[in-house]
């Protein structure tokens, strides 16, 4: 998916005048493709999904082709053997927008779980209701999980693979661990095995920062925690266990001048 280089390759950090310019740029590429891209993953969505995804696919690489080629972001990826299995229940540790981007890149036929609020931004809003996403009221608690077993349950059917960010929303690196039950029950019911994922985004492209700061992002995909004959707590901690315990090794505390 990507030319891997170390953070060494970018030689000493830009001033910040030239970090926002990059940023900048980066956002105007993304603006403009998302409203050129957006009536053609319309239509593209509308004729069948794979057409859809594909189309999808392609805006998400011009993206990420910026991302590389303005903001001197990398990315290397481990354990991408374990995406072999079909279906699966990938958790990941939710750090910045880049994992949003990444994820549907290197999942194959992905269904992903997100917030229904999301479903009116425009543009994006639109072809993520028509992604086949699990749309989940926020806030709805018993009832969002018993939506979520359901829609789960019909995705799996269809040998799809449901991406779920446990944490629910985006946490700074560092901040203490706060995942979620909802997809280790959903696991415990179906028998569909977890797939973890470790990354260190959010020291590069910080939640809430315009500036996004050069070096390598480091992905790591765990092999698929079993979950048959498993109550959903004995799920969820070996997942957040195999997560954080990969924070751990991948973080750098104080990696920039935030």
Known sequence: MSNVTDDSDFGDLPSKPVLYARAM?????FIISTIVMTIPVLIAQLISYKHGFATI??????????LR????????IQGVEYLSTTPLIVMSKHQSTFETMMLPMIIPDPVFV???????????GWCLALADTVLIKRGAGRSAIRQLKLLAAERFARKRNLVIFPEGTRRAPGDPPA???GGA????ETG????PIAHNAGEFWPRHSFIKWPGTIDVRIGPPIATQDKEAGEILKETVDWIENEQKKISKPGRFPY
Not at 115 to 124: I, T, Y
């Open 25 to 29: 740029l980066w956002w105007l590429v």
């Open 192 to 195: 569909v095995a977890v797939l």
């Open 57 to 66: 696919r392609f805006w998400l690489k011009i993206h990420m082709t910026a």
């Open 179 to 181: 995942y979620k039950i």
């Open 185 to 188: 029950v959903v696991a415990a």
């Open 69 to 76: 080629l303005i903001c001197r972001i990398d990315w290397q």
């Open 114 to 124: 997100a917030k229904r609020e999301l479903a009116l931004v425009p543009c994006f």
